[in-house]
């Protein structure tokens, strides 16, 4: 499962009661201001934890006046809700993008908008990013420290054998649908296309072609959330969906797959093509025996829109002025520090690590020089084919990105049975099936405030 998805899914299940809380801390440890902090990586994660454990220390002597103490792990479930509800929350957070506008709403996070509008990087960090931080009058409460959009993930050694360019990916759907099929045509068990249809994530995928389209799966009418998709753009993406799995049989038989399903099949070398992030590729080198150079990124089919998610940090509501000064000192610091995109990336080189993937080891947050420069350090360290990922990376600023809707694993789970239906049941009807979603959705959003 990609770290994306499965750190969603935590955050979701995470902000459903909470309660306004924070705690101030102690300000000063012997002299310093010491601050908590989120983000620390476990220690499975040798390399990564290795990284921020040496940052916390280069940090510290860079400014003598602040002492980090770094709490393991992001955002846990089982402990979340307690640390609120108990005032245990830590000084600086990390949050899914998925998580601010609530936050925000039940008052738990600091208003950063003058303390941040001192920080040099801001006004390098792409627009609409800062605005999943910032409320209806504009202020802001976070900053973004890593995002990502959805793309076409595709196997570059199978389109040679279907007679394809692995260098001219697909744009368009009808593109998609046609090197689908000349893939499948290969025999020996291979599919073409593939895409989720449970556990949410059938909802989760539906999301993203809707807004390839240029559609939408919730709207605001008057301060009230409403279902957006039973409508011409609903009906031309699952008429797409069920014409390639049953005129085309591009898709295969096997259905009902989520991530893993999908991303055996791509390392094993039987698919062509599927929808997901960038960190999807690792997952299938480190986890299913597959080889960098067999992969490419496309940027999303159709170019309208994708799927935007990614993460970042906020700051606790009671942290003194001190504390928000020191905690916004580490974010930059750590996160957000242009002049240290060579050091970093230099490590992950070193280290073994991957570097040239479009959103790794350095997040593809910002625009214009200083995306330029951070793109010219990657190239110069990279260790794995950066050139079959350049269809996505030239159409990542390009394409408008959304982020997902409210409530919305319960919203995907009512999407999930229309996905289901439509890749099993030659006979489904769309209408009915986006009717019907359409009132269950509806229902899940009034809730929503």
Same mark, same amino acid.
């Given at each position: 499962?990609?770290?994306?998805?499965?750190?969603?899914?935590?955050?979701?299940?995470? !902000?459903?009661?909470?309660?306004?809380?924070?705690?101030?801390?102690?300000?000063? $440890?012997?002299?310093?201001?010491?601050?908590t902090?989120?983000?620390?990586?476990?220690?499975?994660?040798?390399?990564?934890? $290795?990284?921020?454990?040496?940052?916390?220390?280069?940090?510290?002597?860079?400014?003598?006046?602040?002492?980090?103490?770094?709490?393991?792990?992001?955002?846990?479930?089982?402990?979340?809700?307690?640390?609120?509800?108990?005032?245990?929350?830590?000084d600086?957070?990390?949050?899914?993008?998925?998580d601010?506008?609530? !936050?925000?709403? +039940?008052?738990?996070?600091?208003?950063?908008?003058?303390?941040?509008?001192?920080?040099?990087?801001?006004? *390098?960090?792409?627009?609409?990013?800062?605005?999943?931080?910032? *409320?209806?009058?504009?202020?802001?409460?976070?900053?973004?420290? $890593?995002?990502?959009?959805?793309?076409?993930v595709?196997? +570059?050694?199978?389109?040679?054998?279907?007679?394809? *360019?692995?260098?001219?990916?697909?744009?368009?759907?009808?593109?998609?649908?046609?090197?689908?099929?000349?893939?499948?045509?290969?025999?020996?068990?291979?599919?073409?296309?593939?895409?989720?249809?449970?556990?949410?994530?059938?909802?989760?995928?539906?999301?993203?072609?809707?807004?390839?389209?240029?559609?939408?799966?919730?709207?605001?009418?008057?301060?009230?959330?409403?279902?957006?998709?039973?409508?011409?753009?609903?009906?031309?993406?699952?008429?797409?969906?069920?014409?390639?799995?049953?005129?085309?049989?591009?898709?295969?038989?096997?259905?009902?797959?989520?991530?893993?399903?999908?991303?055996?099949?791509?390392?094993?070398?039987?698919?062509?093509?599927?929808?997901?992030?960038?960190?999807?590729? #690792?997952?299938?080198?480190?986890?299913?025996?597959?080889?960098?150079?067999?992969?490419?990124?496309?940027?999303?089919?159709?170019?309208?829109?994708?799927?935007?998610?990614?993460?970042?940090?906020?700051?606790?509501?009671?942290?003194? #002025?001190?504390?928000?000064?020191?905690?916004?000192?580490?974010?930059q610091?750590?996160?957000?520090?242009?002049?240290?995109?060579?050091?970093?990336?230099?490590?992950?080189?070193?280290?073994?690590? #991957?570097?040239?993937?479009?959103?790794?080891?350095t997040p593809?947050?910002?625009?214009?020089?200083?995306?330029?420069?951070?793109?010219?350090?990657?190239?110069?360290?990279?260790?794995?084919?950066?050139?079959?990922?350049?269809?996505?990376?030239?159409?990542?600023?390009?394409?408008?990105?959304?982020?997902?809707?409210?409530?919305?694993q319960?919203v995907?789970?009512?999407?999930?049975?229309?996905?289901q239906?439509?890749?099993?049941? +030659?006979?489904?009807?769309?209408?009915?099936? !986006?009717?019907?979603?359409?009132?269950?959705?509806?229902?899940?959003?009034?809730?929503?405030?």
């Amino acid at each position: 499962m990609s770290n994306h998805w499965s750190r969603t899914m935590l955050a979701l299940t995470v !902000l459903g009661g909470l309660v306004a809380c924070g705690s101030p801390g102690v300000d000063q $440890a012997g002299g310093k201001v010491q601050i908590t902090v989120t983000g620390q990586p476990p220690l499975t994660q040798q390399f990564e934890r $290795a990284v921020f454990d040496r940052d916390v220390a280069e940090f510290e002597k860079a400014h003598p006046d602040i002492d980090i103490v770094p709490h393991e792990g992001f955002m846990d479930p089982k402990t979340f809700s307690a640390k609120l509800a108990g005032g245990q929350l830590e000084d600086v957070y990390y949050v899914y993008f998925t998580d601010p506008a609530q !936050l925000i709403a +039940r008052h738990q996070a600091a208003d950063l908008t003058t303390a941040a509008g001192n920080l040099p990087a801001v006004k *390098d960090i792409r627009p609409e990013l800062l605005d999943t931080f910032r *409320d209806a009058a504009g202020r802001l409460y976070g900053l973004p420290t $890593a995002n990502y959009t959805m793309g076409l993930v595709y196997n +570059r050694k199978l389109f040679r054998q279907a007679g394809l *360019d692995p260098d001219r990916p697909p744009t368009t759907w009808d593109e998609v649908r046609s090197a689908a099929r000349r893939i499948a045509a290969l025999g020996n068990g291979i599919t073409g296309y593939a895409d989720y249809s449970k556990n949410n994530q059938g909802g989760w995928h539906l999301t993203a072609w809707l807004y390839s389209m240029g559609g939408d799966v919730a709207r605001q009418d008057n301060g009230k959330w409403r279902a957006d998709f039973d409508n011409d753009k609903g009906r031309a993406a699952l008429n797409r969906l069920h014409a390639m799995r049953w005129d085309d049989n591009s898709m295969g038989s096997k259905q009902l797959l989520q991530d893993v399903d999908v991303q055996r099949m791509m390392g094993a070398g039987q698919l062509g093509m599927y929808l997901a992030a960038p960190d999807n590729v #690792p997952v299938l080198v480190k986890q299913f025996n597959g080889k960098y150079e067999d992969y490419g990124i496309a940027g999303m089919p159709g170019g309208r829109g994708t799927l935007l998610g990614g993460e970042g940090y906020m700051v606790n509501p009671k942290a003194s #002025p001190a504390k928000i000064k020191a905690g916004l000192t580490w974010i930059q610091w750590k996160y957000l520090n242009p002049d240290r995109f060579e050091q970093h990336v230099k490590q992950y080189a070193e280290g073994n690590q #991957p570097v040239g993937l479009p959103a790794e080891p350095t997040p593809d947050i910002w625009q214009g020089a200083v995306r330029d420069r951070q793109l010219a350090v990657k190239k110069k360290y990279a260790n794995v084919p950066a050139e079959n990922y350049q269809s996505y990376v030239d159409t990542a600023n390009r394409i408008k990105g959304s982020v997902e809707p409210p409530a919305a694993q319960q919203v995907y789970a009512a999407l999930d049975s229309v996905m289901q239906a439509v890749l099993t049941d +030659r006979e489904a009807n769309i209408d009915q099936l !986006l009717s019907s979603a359409s009132a269950k959705v509806d229902g899940v959003l009034a809730q929503v405030k």
